[in-house]
Structures are given as C-alpha cells and as structure tokens.
C-alpha cells in the first residue's frame, strides 16, 4: 500500500529551522576551509610529534625500548627521583593551594588582593628565573649558603633543591582551580556545620571537601602534570649531576645530547604518556567540576525558588 | 530554656546594626523578630546563636552566660534563610549530621532521624538529595537537621522568605503545631507581620537597631508604641495636627486623645486605619473631614475607598460590603469621613 507516502508529504519539511538557524550557516566553502586548517595545524603540530615520539622509541623494537628504560641506571635512578619529587611537591601545593583559596575565599582582610595576583607569580616568571632565585638564596654564594653549609645541609644541587624549585613553579594550579570553587559555594554549610556541632575538623572533611572534590582533583591532576614535566627551574637547581640530580625530563634532554636519540625518546615517551593520561583524567573531571561549579552557583542562587 | 540579652551593641564599620538592645525571651515561648532590612533583627538573631559576636552586651541562656561560648558548644538549631542543606549529602545524612559530628552511636543515630522524618512528613525521601526536594521539602529538612541534636533553643532567619505564598501559609501552620508539639523555646526572624503574628506568641517590632515595642500580636497591632510600629504594622491614614487637652485637632475635625491631657497645645499626627474610618453623608459635627471620593475598589469582603481629603490630605477608607452598598458611593461624590478609632503621636517621636 502507498498511504504512507502522502502521510510522509503532509509533515511540514524542516524548513522551519527559523531564520537564525539560516544565517548561522556559513557557506560549505567557508566551513571545509576553517576545519581544515585547523585539523591541519593540530595534526603538523600536535598529532605528528606525538605519533613521532612513539615512533622513535620504538623503533628498535620493544626489547630495546625497555631496555633503554629499566636497564639503563641512570634513566632509572631518574624515574626514581622524578617520582619522590612529583608527589612531594604536590602534595605541598595541595596543602598551600587548599589553605590559600580558603583564605581568599572566607576572609575578607589586608593584602587579599595582593595574596591573589602572588599567587599566579609563578605562571608569569620564566622558570629559569626560578630557579636562580633559589640558587641566590640557597647556593653556596647565596644568602643561606653558609649557614646550610655549616650544619651539612644541602639544598643546591640536592632533591631539597629540586622540590623547592618544582614546587614553586607548580604553585597557582590547585588554589586558582579552587578559589572560584570556593566563592561559589559560599560559606553557608560551613557555618550550618559548625552550628549543628561539627568541629573545623569534621567540618573540612565532611562539608567542605566533598564540595570541592572535583576542583581539587582537577588542580591536582594538572599540578602533577607540570611538576613531572618541569625542565627550567630544575635545570638551574639540579646541577644535572647523572645518576643522582637529573629528573626524567632533564635525562631525555642529556640523552639526546649524548646523541642517544632512541633512549632520549623512550624517556621522552614516558613524559608523553603521563600527558595522555592526564588529558583523559583532566576531559573527565572538568565535566564533573563544571556540574560541582553550576549546583554551586544554582544553589546559591536559587535558594527555594523551585517548589 | 529561657534566654536574655543585655545591652547588646553591634557595629559593622559605620553602621550601627545593634544599639543597646536589651531582650527577655521565657523558656517555651515562639517569638518573632520582625523588622524592615535593615532593622538588626538578623545581626540579633545571630548573635544569640552564637554566629556573631557582640561589640558590647551579654547573652544568658537560663542564667548562664554564653557570651564568650561559639556556636558549636551552646547546643542551638539555627534555620539559615536559604536553608544551607550540605547538597553531597542526602536528606538522611543531613538530618544525622549533627548526630554523627557528636558520635553517637548508629542504632541511635537511625531512630532519631527516622522519628524526625516522620515529624516533617518526609518519610519517604530520606535518600534524595536536597536538589531533588520542593523548596518548602528543603525547609522542613532545615528543621528536621536543626533539632535533631535536641537543641535547647531553636533560631529560624526568616524561615519562609523563599517559598511562594501558598507553601508558605502551609508551613507557618505547620511551624505553630510542630512548637506546641515540641515546645523548645524558639525565635524567628521575619519582616512579614502577617507571618509574624500568625505564628508568634510575641511580636518584638525593631527599626535602626532598636526595640520599638514588645507585645502580643494583638497588642502590638491595637496599641502601637510609636508611629514606626504604627506605619510599619499595614495601611494608615495620616493626619497632621496639634493636641491640647485631651484632644487633638485636625482641620474642622476634632479625635479624642486621652493620652495627651497636657494643657499646651503641641503638633500631632494622628494615624488611623482604613478599616477605622467611616464614611458618612452628612458632617458629623466637628468629628469628621470633608473628602472627595477619587476611587473605588472592590475587594472581596471589603470595598476600598480612595479619597482626596479638604486640605489635600491622600485617604484610605475598607469599607465593609454592605455598608458600601448601604452608602450607595460613586466617584467624584462629596462625602464626610469620621475615624471610629485613631492613635496620637505628639511630634517628639519622629519616624
């Protein structure tokens, strides 16, 4: 039977889009152009690289990939080193970042605003200054050089060095993720906490931390990234001493001047697996700190407006 | 438990939130704050729950002083306006919050929570989540979690001001029987005298930071202690005038004031509601305005008159139904308007 078909006729087309819906469509020419350049420049700049990066580590089959990871000492001893400092360094920063958006957030006092533009200092300074700052301060010719000297401490060209230097650098990522956390919340279940009896304890871990998880997670992930990754700071810091002071990064870099290039890269491919993997965790939690961010925000706002 | 406050004193910067305010709320009683924005009647609130501290002043729960005690140790409920519900938890975990935070033990910490969620109807959404619940829902959780401790006091910042006005009368029903069921000495703070004297067994009427007057509903709204309260409390008609001798005088119109017997004649301003003016045919001999009629609304029960009296005076006249009918009114008439009822304020007091 053909009675579908009329029935198919009477529906109105969908030509009643509206005329925004028209002129937003730019002509076929325009739009081919626009992504095709842009999925050019990410595929010379981004795409390529990073496929190249795999490429050449594994080039020499992957006996001698892993060859180049485990059974290399002094790639090892950096592995090592890049994973005490990494964890260290965040840790602090979560601790400071925590503390520092808690007090931008809740008090209003002298040098709030101060306090808020220092702490993005360590985005606009060249890590290479960083870490001379430290050197300066800690070297043997610095302010503390002696005094470190004459009790057997050593910061320069040591682990402490390093930290301080990855720490500084890494600084804004987890406050700046949760200052406007923060602000959004509010600091109205904290003071119903506290009214209902909870101590500044049992107020932080159940009222304000599963609030701001997401946040806290979110600038986590990406201060590990960086810290991991740091190059200048720690270059200056480090000393470059192999075996003992060279991170990951600083071993693919002295690898690839010592013309190892498929060792370089096999190191190389660690640092770029950490940024896959931190690009996936990161994709998920912005969507889940962008409905932590909105319910703040809604809620805040809405109050009981919904009845 | 019965709560007193001293000569409380609250500035914030230049602002004067609190001047000298002094209160005695008996134990079991529900009392209302009410007040414009403005008047201190939150600063007070929170300060009696310990959220706020006082510039100068003292608070005695019973006859102890808590003064210098935080809010976490005095043991009180506190209703925040938009409900403050902790959204990671679910309607169960936050009426136990207060349970939890004191470690008691789970078996307790169930029936207690249960026995509250039966208290505010909510038996059956103990495991949604606040963003889940009506606002008036989120309201009752508020309260279930206030008292779920056993609180000796129980304080609400405006209670009901979110909620549309039909969920709102509800609960203002709802609030009154929950306190006669539970009877913890409670204070709330509103800026709606409706509410206030539907649900309050004392009305404490602030402005600037100040007691104005402290009364039952029905005394505040019959026996006003100032103008403030006086134009605060609805609709009035203002009159300007001067008192000498026991009554005071208004144009061709003359209104006892028995309050003012002094024999010198001082500036007055006489308020009277609409609902106690009359309106008559003819002058009734000195007690009466002459008034033009500019409109006339119908509302329900009551015909409101709008009138323009001889010295230029803007009038408000509730007629009851039938005596509108009665008069047979039409607009541009000419007619007498006499007060059955007015208040004199001599002009010391000043708005």
Known sequence: MSSAAPAVAVTPAPAAVGPRGVSREDPLVVRIALTGTALLVIGVLIVIPVADVFYQALRGGIGAYAKSLFGDADTWAAIKLTLTVAPIAVLANTVFGIAAAWAIARFEFRGRSVLTTVIDLPFSVSPVVAGLVFVLLFGLQGYFGHWLRDHGLKIIFATPGIILATAFVTFPFVARELIPTMEALGDEEETAAVSLGANAWQMFWRVTLPNIKWGLLHGIILCNARAMGEFGAVYVVSGRITGQTDTIPLRVEKLFQEYDTPGSFAVASLLTVLALVTLVIKVFLEEKRRRELAEATRFEAGGGEKS | ?351
């Open chain 2, 1 to 351: 438990m019965s709560v007193s406050v001293k000569n409380l004193t609250k500035r914030f910067g230049g602002f004067t939130a609190l001047e000298r305010v002094s209160l005695e709320v008996p134990g079991g009683e529900l009392l209302a704050l009410l007040g414009p924005s403005g008047s201190g009647k939150t600063t007070l609130l929170r300060i009696i729950a310990g959220l706020e501290a006082a510039d100068e002043g003292t608070v005695l729960y019973s006859d102890e002083d808590v003064t210098g005690v935080s809010v976490r140790e005095r043991n009180v409920g506190f209703v925040f306006q938009h409900y403050a519900l902790f959204r990671h938890m679910t309607v169960f975990e936050n009426v136990a919050f207060g349970l939890r935070v004191r470690k008691r033990k789970e078996a307790d910490v169930e029936r207690r929570v249960s026995e509250l969620l039966h208290l505010i109807q909510l038996e059956s959404l103990g495991r949604r989540y606040p963003s889940q619940l009506s606002g008036g829902q989120r309201q009752r959780v508020a309260l279930a979690r206030a008292l779920a401790a056993e609180p000796k006091l129980l304080l609400l910042d405006e209670p009901f001001g979110a909620l549309d006005a039909k969920v709102r009368q509800e609960l203002r029903g709802w609030l009154r029987r929950l306190h006669e069921e539970i009877h913890v000495t409670s204070i709330f703070v509103t800026h709606d005298q409706e509410e206030a004297f539907e649900v309050s067994d004392r009305v404490v009427v602030m402005n600037h930071g100040k007691i104005e007057q402290v009364g039952s509903p029905e005394d505040v709204f019959e026996h006003p202690a100032s103008p403030f309260v006086m134009d605060f409390l609805g609709n009035v008609n203002v009159f300007h005038g001067r008192v000498q001798g026991g009554l005071a005088h208004v144009g061709g119109m003359s209104v006892a004031a028995p309050e003012h017997p002094e024999h010198h004649s001082r500036p007055a301003t006489v308020y009277v509601r609409p609902h106690e003016l009359d309106i008559h045919r003819q002058s009734m001999n000195g007690s009466s305005i002459r008034a033009s009629i500019v409109r006339i609304n119908p509302l329900g029960a009551a015909v409101r008159v709008g009138l323009t009296g001889e010295n230029g005076e803007v009038l408000q006249v509730d007629l009851h139904r039938d005596r509108a009918a009665e008069l047979g009114l039409a607009v541009g008439e000419s007619v007498w308007v006499a007060p059955r009822k007015a208040r004199v304020f001599i002009h010391d007091y000043q708005i």
